[in-house]
């Protein structure tokens, strides 16, 4: 029996397209990276495992099928051609023979454009997933506290373009990367809980850190008294640019302790503040990566 082998490209930044075939979602991995010949998949989604060849697309299936046909079909056409005969003159009965036709057409695809491009932290492997949170198709590490800490870098980044923008533009780039920061670690605490404790929101960060003592988790466990009131006072911060203008109101004042004479002026937030803050998460980040991990 004859056999035919067929190549799976990969794209032009070098990822191979790759679909679960328990949730059958799309991601695609960069062969070479990660941990050397592992012959096992996990899904970056639901974390199922299973060997390589099963992770094929139903496009690169069918691109593959199409591939061998064509060949089959080609090799057919060249054979039955070589019993091409044209009729004999002068024959009271002659029988030609013409054979027409082309192969069967290649079912050619593309692989699609993801949303998030992660390189692992702990393999190394090189992957692309829809939306941002998900498992290391190699090792199976949750990419979530990657991911929060990458965003962290953004925000720093941003604030290092401040410093040579004009006052009004400096002043919104800060209060932008206040709110970016939280937004992330909220992204972040979110996801990080979702299994064992679905409903619990990062929005108030004091409510949480309660909830969380209840089953002996300490998110703040290395920070000071004075960093945690820190901390706190900068998500109601980012609670007055939210919702209230930036503009300090009573709430503010009673949650934060800032001077009553506040009251009515806009909130002060600065570079220093923002770094800080960050500092402070990145404590954060590591009890709830500690404490809670993802099955």
């Not at 099963?54 to 019993?83: C, P, R």
């Not at 036709?101 to 090189?126: D, M, V």
């Not at 937004?183 to 929005?203: I, M, T």
Request: overall charge negative; some cysteine.
């Amino acid at each position: 029996m004859k056999s035919y082998s067929v190549t799976i490209e990969k794209d032009e930044e070098g990822y191979l397209g790759r679909e679960c075939p328990e949730c059958e979602k799309y991601f695609k991995i960069k062969p070479g990276t990660g941990v050397p010949d592992f012959s096992d998949c996990y899904c970056p989604y639901c974390r199922h495992l299973g060997p390589q060849d099963h992770f094929w697309t139903k496009q690169q299936i069918e691109y593959a099928q199409s591939v061998a046909i064509n060949k089959v079909s080609g090799d057919l056409l060249d054979m039955m051609k070589k019993m091409e005969a044209k009729p004999k003159r002068n024959q009271f009965i002659s029988i030609g023979i013409s054979v027409k036709g082309k192969p069967t057409p290649i079912a050619y695809y593309s692989e699609l454009e993801l949303e998030e491009k992660i390189e692992c932290k702990n393999c190394a492997l090189q992957y692309a997933i829809y939306g941002a949170f998900g498992y290391c198709p190699d090792c199976a590490e949750h990419n979530s506290q990657q991911i929060v800490e990458g965003n962290f870098g953004l925000v720093l980044k941003i604030l290092d373009l401040a410093k040579s923008a004009s006052p009004e533009v400096n002043s919104k780039l800060i209060e932008n990367g206040l709110e970016d920061c939280i937004s992330a670690f909220d992204g972040f605490a979110r996801e990080r809980c979702s299994e064992e404790y679905p409903k619990l929101s990062f929005q108030n960060i004091v409510v949480a850190k309660e909830k969380l003592d209840k089953f002996g988790i300490d998110i703040v466990d290395g920070l000071s008294g004075s960093e945690w009131d820190f901390v706190v006072a900068q998500f109601q911060k980012r609670h007055l640019l939210a919702h209230k203008m930036g503009v300090v109101d009573e709430e503010y004042i009673k949650k934060t302790g800032c001077h009553p004479a506040q009251l009515g002026k806009k909130v002060l937030i600065t570079e220093v503040d923002v770094m800080s803050l960050i500092s402070h998460l990145k404590v954060i980040v590591a009890n709830l990566s500690k404490h809670i991990q993802r099955s």
